[in-house]
């Protein structure tokens, strides 16, 4: 049976969700020069569903906040503009796919952020935009809820597959000619994410591809490699075989800091 090519997936109406229009008011205000609090609050005010979920977000643990967040305003001076424009993101990821068969969200919600709580850090110790890192990792396996929703014959087709499997870009693009990697930028692009989030998302695989080295593409390579062996429970012994050295060596890291060390050491010398 054969499956949709790229082109005819991204063409289908369903296949890439427009990102909602508050989302993307807000998210536009908040990439602004000097954003206003009062009109991404009044703007928000629109969806007050939207508001309940940033808010109960802002304040989880996953976010650390020193006082209990109660309103848009708040959560935009405790946690900055780069936080907020986060939770935002996840919110509306959240409810754009609320249910996706084949695949577990809690699983892949929990690997996506804990590949975005790696990326920030090492790309702090990089030089790079920490912020601009966590977004990246954060969507880097967005695709995967895109392919699975849009092409139910693809999920069927990759059900005895881990998700989480290192070789996961392989095995999709032998059996559909195109992976996650692909949808994954092509859905940060219809989302209108900046340009070097969208060419790191379709580099991450791959990211010294033409003689072409981009560090942000590396790190969200390095990053979601990482937690993908945290959720294979891989052993040390395996982790060194499977180790990416080609990446790891472009970004000046050490295989021992980054099978051991949290990744804010793993560039250190």
Not at 86 to 100: E, Y
Not at 166 to 190: I, P, W
Request: aromatic share 8%; net charge negative; proline share 6%.
């Amino acid at each position: 049976m054969s499956h949709p090519t790229l082109l005819q997936l991204l063409s289908q109406s369903s296949a890439l969700p427009s990102i909602p229009r508050v989302v993307s008011l807000v998210l536009k205000e908040l990439d602004a020069q000097d954003p206003d609090p009062r009109r991404v609050s009044a703007l928000l005010s629109m969806d007050p569903m939207l508001v309940g979920r940033m808010i109960k977000l802002a304040n989880s643990a996953f976010f650390a906040t020193s006082r209990e967040v109660g309103s848009v305003e708040a959560a935009l001076s405790i946690l900055g503009i780069a936080k907020a424009r986060t939770i935002v993101t996840a919110v509306a990821l959240g409810n754009t796919f609320r249910s996706v068969p084949g695949i577990d969200l809690d699983s892949f919600w929990r690997y996506s952020l804990n590949s975005a709580k790696l990326a920030k850090p090492l790309a702090a110790s990089l030089g790079l935009n920490d912020s601009t890192a966590f977004t990246s990792a954060l969507l880097h396996a967005i695709g995967e809820l895109v392919l699975y929703t849009a092409t139910p014959r693809a999920g069927h087709a990759l059900a005895g597959h881990n998700v989480f499997a290192l070789d996961r870009v392989e095995v999709q693009r032998s059996l559909l000619g195109y992976s996650f990697v692909e949808v994954s930028g092509a859905f940060a692009r219809q989302w209108e994410f900046p340009e070097n989030i969208v060419h790191a998302l379709e580099r991450q695989d791959e990211p010294g591809e033409d003689d072409f080295f981009d560090p942000l593409a590396a790190t969200v390579f390095m990053a979601s490699w990482r937690a993908r062996t945290i959720e294979l429970r891989m052993d040390p012994e395996a982790m060194q075989a499977a180790f990416p050295e080609h990446v790891a060596d472009a970004l000046g890291l050490d295989m021992e800091k980054v099978l051991h060390n949290d990744p804010g050491a793993w560039a250190s010398t």
